[in-house]
T-cell receptor, first 111, second 112 residues
Framework: SQQGEEDPQALSIQEGENATMNCSYK?????LQWYRQNSGRGLVHLIL?????REKHSGRLRVTLDTSKKSSSLLITASRAADTASYFC???????????FGAGTRLTVKP | DGGITQSPKYLFRKEGQNVTLSCEQN?????MYWYRQDPGQGLRLIYY???????QKGDIAEGYSVSREKKESFPLTVTSAQKNPTAFYLC???????????FGSGTRLTVV
């Protein structure tokens, strides 16, 4: 059963602009993770935010978590053409470590 | 370098055949996972293993089998009972609960 749902499904922006992707989920979680996938490749872990955290930063990435709304957002600042990829959120449930992934947001950054 | 290796990269299966996808990790991770990804879709969990000699069904386990005889290895067999096996298969590992996953580069399986 899919837990996370990303929004939008696709996003196209110009290089230098910011990109915001959202994720909503259904049940209580321990943590929420964001991953990136280049076409035809495996996923790369970007950032993990725990249920007791509200915001985390990693380089040009900023993730927020609102457990009351069961939602998270991923912001990529000053985007580059190399950021073009699909981005997935994944969530666990309490006492489980089997992550469930959403369908992803396909980000295209035009040079 | 530590990592997780999937092989082969491409695999072709005839109707009625069983095939086994390999997944090996040298990260000393306890937990390992298999996911299936269909075009334009997210990942769906097939099986996972939190510890050697133990594994659990995920959301779409029917037609698949796994074993976990060694910590480093978690092979997935796609049996003839899986009616629509054409997909991209991803293996992952993690230290355990609350840790990020490390993914392999995937195996693309096609039924011919």
């Amino acid at each position: 059963s899919q837990q996370g749902e990303e929004d939008p499904q696709a996003l196209s922006i110009q290089e230098g602009e910011n990109a915001t992707m959202n994720c909503s989920y259904k049940t209580s979680i321990n943590n929420l993770q964001w991953y990136r996938q280049n076409s035809g490749r495996g996923l790369v872990h970007l950032i993990l935010i725990r249920s007791n955290e509200r915001e985390k930063h990693s380089g040009r990435l900023r993730v927020t978590l609102d457990t009351s709304k069961k939602s998270s957002s991923l912001l990529i600042t000053a985007s580059r053409a190399a950021d073009t990829a699909s981005y997935f959120c994944a969530t666990d449930q309490y006492n489980n470590n089997d992550m469930r992934f959403g369908a992803g947001t396909r980000l295209t950054v035009k040079p | 370098d530590g990592g997780i290796t999937q092989s082969p990269k491409y695999l072709f299966r005839k109707e009625g055949q069983n095939v086994t996808l390999s997944c090996e990790q040298n990260l000393n991770h306890d937990a390992m996972y298999w996911y299936r990804q269909d075009p334009g879709q997210g990942l769906r969990l097939i099986y996972y293993s939190q510890i050697v000699n133990d594994f659990q069904k995920g959301d779409i386990a029917e037609g698949y089998s796994v074993s976990r005889e060694k910590k480093e290895s978690f092979p997935l067999t796609v049996t003839s009972a899986q009616k629509n096996p054409t997909a991209f298969y991803l293996c992952a590992s993690s230290l355990g609960q609350g840790d990020g996953y490390t993914f392999g580069s995937g195996t693309r399986l096609t039924v011919v």
